[in-house]
């Protein structure tokens, strides 16, 4: 916990500097959300194709999923949701012709959720 999913487009993988992302996503994860710098956990899943609207071409999107624990605020995970937006703008470079769409939702881990580590 946290767990984080990044769907991006493929267009974007040479503009978008996913490690440097990644360590800063994490430091605001610990910094607002109160998470073990440890306990961050992040995976990239570039996404081939992408349709927005009625449209194929000329459009890239990043989402990015954070789901944590139960007991954050809901100005917490609003808070979070911001900041990691402004965190997308600064790791994804323009890419000329394409029209980036960016998301980020924070979830609560249902009750079921468990891990370990070997």
């Known amino acids: 916990m946290p767990q984080i999913t990044v769907d991006y487009s493929e267009p974007l993988a040479e ?3 996913r490690r440097a992302f990644a360590l800063a996503l994490h430091e605001e994860v610990v910094a ?4 073990k710098p440890e306990a961050c956990k992040t995976q990239f ?3 081939e194709d992408t349709t927005v609207g009625a449209e194929s071409e000329g459009h890239a999107v990043v989402h990015v999923w954070i789901g944590m624990l139960t ?3 809901t100005e917490t995970k609003n808070q979070l949701t911001e900041a990691v937006l402004e965190l997308v703008r600064t790791h994804v470079k ?3 012709g394409l029209a980036l769409h960016a998301s980020v939702e924070v979830r609560e881990l249902d009750d079921s959720y468990r891990k370990f580590d070997a």
């Open 32 to 35: 607002t959300a109160k998470a």
């Open 15 to 17: 503009a978008f500097d």
């Open 71 to 73: 007991g954050r605020t």
């Open 45 to 47: 899943r570039r996404t």
């Open 94 to 96: 323009p890419v000329e």
